[in-house]
């Protein structure tokens, strides 16, 4: 049976964030074939499965590549579900605000991805989230946001940095795509990568 396949904007959007998190990430993830884990927070249908997972692998030389995604949205999580379902990918419907709560997942992830994250809309909820997932993170783990635009990802850098994270790579994409309904905002326009300060 042929999978479904993304409509072509989403397809080429998610072309552009693949060489993005790779490049971004790959300077300062360890090296090795140990696999990784990924763990997706607020990820809605998530789009960005396939995508993190091959970028995983790359950098894992062929490693084993494990997602988790949780979303508090059973819609889109069932709609990620049907999607997803030949993925090494398990989608949790979960308040990611209170993801510590869910103890089977462990605390070793190596990396922590917020696609669009909303800062802009409820800054103390996401600041509660921001800490959930780095609670997750491995010691060497890397957590990577994207944003919609600009002023709200300087104020999630600004939150993530105050959570005791640094910044160690933020690109802006230059060839995002624009939304049309919504003047200053584009698809993955930014995305940022940071560990945990070292003392």
């Known amino acids: 049976m042929d999978l479904p396949q ?7 959007d998610m072309a552009k964030l ?3 998190l790779h490049d971004s990430l790959a300077p300062h993830l360890p090296a090795g074939k140990d696999g990784m884990r990924i763990l997706n927070l607020a990820c809605g249908r998530c789009d960005e499965a396939e995508t993190l997972i091959k970028v995983g692998s790359d950098l894992t030389q ?7 995604g949780a979303d508090i949205r059973i819609r889109e999580i069932r709609q990620a579900r049907e999607t997803h379902g030949h993925l090494p990918a398990e989608f949790l419907i979960e308040d990611a605000t209170k993801i510590d709560q869910h103890k089977t997942l462990g605390d070793d992830f190596n990396m922590v991805f917020l696609r669009h994250q909303n800062f802009w809309h409820g800054q103390e909820l996401w600041k509660k989230i921001f800490d959930q997932g780095i609670a997750k993170l491995r010691p060497d783990g890397m957590l990577v946001i994207t ?40 698809v993955d326009r930014w995305v940022a990568v940071l560990r945990q300060r070292r003392a």
Not at 6 to 12: D, L, S, T
Not at 62 to 68: L, R, Y
Not at 163 to 186: C, Q
């Open 18 to 20: 693949q060489t993005l």
């Open 6 to 12: 993304a409509p072509q904007p989403i397809q080429e």
């Open 147 to 186: 944003s919609y635009f600009d002023v709200e990802h300087r104020l999630a850098l600004r939150a993530l940095e105050a959570l005791g994270m640094e910044v160690v790579s933020n690109k802006r994409n230059k060839a995002s795509r624009a939304l049309n309904d919504a003047p200053g905002k584009s």
């Open 62 to 68: 062929g490693g084993a590549v494990e997602m988790v």
